[in-house]
């Protein structure tokens, strides 16, 4: 950068590079410096040689040197608060900075006016002026601090893109949980088959080793143990019967195999949204899992429904209640609804029971 | 007997086969996909289909469908589904779909050998396989409402009715439950008048008139 001292004085730009470039802007600092001060210490002289000139003719009643100490002082003043701007790096701030510092000597040059010669009104004006000027300009030098106003069309841009990214990364979820239960059905789960259907054989062969025989037998039947773990892994991750046949065949497939006497009532005329599906799918398990966990003879009543352009799944149980509406398994259920610009509500019933309610708009 | 296979799995595939073969059982074509089950199918003619559920191109329900239009094509035709998760609902599309013998198992029992065979030769005979898993939704005393026969069951009662739904004999119910096939003749008779259903002395038939009970009557009363 230009060293600006230099651009002021009218000196020719220099090389903006090297130590010797310092150098040269110190030198120039020091130079400026001594010559205010050399100014100031004029002004003392002159002020103090005109108060003795004063003195001397001994006219003890208007004391006229206070218009030396004042004229020359102000100069002297300006120059040197403007140096201190120098301190401010080059830029609109040093610009505001000067503009303060002459503002300031100005103004208490005119208050000074002011006390001598019979105080008027004008005053107030001009210290208004001086200070309006100011004020403008430091907000237009200091614009571009402010925080920003973002423009209304600027944040419905960002509102649709989030929109866009946050469906883009629960589908982006929602491909991967598939891929999952695929991988684990034609790899680990179709590999468990292969193997117990091998050990199954095997046993057959072994009639007359029936030590070997038992050890085979229970091999295999770790293999079976092992693909029901898998299996239920799989109805977790992405039920089959979800994307195959819907949200009320899979919701009623849960029903069948839940411990409790679950009834379903749905009234869902057109298969919603796929991410739809999935949130009320999951929300009416969860549900059903709490229930069995904290009411294990509660009957309890799922119902799905579309209600003015909504999604609604709601699980409602007698049993004696417990639900914790801040449980790790709602708190995940309710980011899951919410996602989708859904609610989800956990309130008790009356007389005994509680009730979970996600209401999920369609076509958001 | 003459079998098709379809089953895209190829260690599945093969295993399959070789357990049929040891047991006398010929395999008379194979196939990967849907298509080339129907297509097999209407070559061969066989006695028997044994069809994965998931099939490609879009490894869903595939086999479901394909064996639901066989059943439809060939009302003779037995046929064999086996599928890594069991559901009640294809259980009813399947039963819904035709009258020859129908199985429909989780794969994991294809290791259980003795009982997996048998379950091949009764739905090969026209008669009726329908997984444990299927049945115990099936017959769950809730089923109902919690107040309809169902309810009225003794546990015993329950587990007879469970393992005719699973498509058993008599005489294999008697050898599950170790009692006689007097005693199960008794229980069957209780549950046919529990349940309003005629009595027959036929397996199949009794098997399907069971079936066809839990899958509507229960549905219907709850």
Known sequence: ?364 | MRVVIAEDHVLLREGLVALLRDAGIEVVAQSEDAEGLLRTLAGHRPDLAIVDVRLPPTFTDEGVRAAIEARRRWPDLAVLVLSQHVEEVYTAELLAAGGGGLGYLLKERVAEVQEFLDAVRRVADGGTAIDREVVAQLVRPGRDGGEGPLADLTPREREVLGLMAEGRSNVAIAGALVVTPGAVEKHVTSIFSKLDLPSSSEDHRRVLAVLAWLSVEADAEA
């Open chain 1, 1 to 364: 950068m230009i060293p600006a001292v230099g651009q002021l004085e009218g000196d020719p730009p220099r090389p903006a590079s090297g130590p010797g470039r310092a150098r040269l802007t110190a030198l120039r600092e020091a130079g400026v410096g001594s010559l205010i001060s050399t100014a100031a210490i004029a002004w003392i002289v002159a002020g103090a040689a005109c108060t003795v000139a004063w003195a001397l003719v001994g006219s003890r009643g208007y004391y006229w040197p206070v218009w030396v100490w004042a004229g020359a002082g102000a100069p002297v003043a300006a120059a040197a608060l403007l140096r201190a701007t120098w301190r401010i790096p080059a830029g609109p701030g040093r610009w505001a900075g000067m503009h303060a510092a002459l503002a300031f000597v100005a103004s208490a040059l005119l208050t000074l006016t002011w006390l001598l010669t019979g105080r008027g009104e004008w005053l107030a004006w001009v210290l208004l002026g001086l200070g309006v000027a100011f004020a403008v300009h430091a907000l237009l030098a200091f614009a571009d601090r402010l925080p920003p106003r973002p423009s209304e069309s600027a944040l419905h841009r960002r509102v649709d893109e989030l929109v866009r990214t946050r469906s883009g990364a629960l589908d982006v979820q929602a491909t991967e949980m598939r891929r999952i239960e695929r991988d684990l059905h034609d790899g680990a789960q179709a590999r468990l088959v292969a193997l117990s259907l091998a050990l199954g054989r095997a046993e057959q062969r072994l009639v007359d080793d029936p030590e070997a025989r038992a050890l085979v037998r229970s091999a295999r039947e770790d293999a079976t143990a092992a693909l029901a773990e898998l299996r239920d892994l799989s109805r977790g991750i992405a039920p089959p019967l979800l994307e195959e046949r819907g949200l009320v065949t899979a919701v009623e497939a849960l029903a069948a195999r839940s411990p409790l006497e679950v009834r379903v009532e749905a009234s869902v005329p057109a298969r919603p949204d796929p991410a739809l599906e999935r949130a009320a799918y999951f929300v009416v398990s969860e549900a059903l899992t709490n229930v069995v966990k904290h009411a294990s003879t509660a009957d309890v009543t799922v119902r799905l429904a579309t209600v003015r352009g909504a999604l609604v799944a709601e699980v409602l149980d007698d049993g004696p209640g417990g639900a914790d509406p801040f449980g790790s398994g709602l708190a995940g259920l309710r980011r899951r609804v919410e996602a989708l610009d859904g609610t989800l509500v956990v309130a008790p019933n009356s007389p005994r029971g509680s009730t979970v309610r996600a209401e999920l708009p369609c076509g958001s």
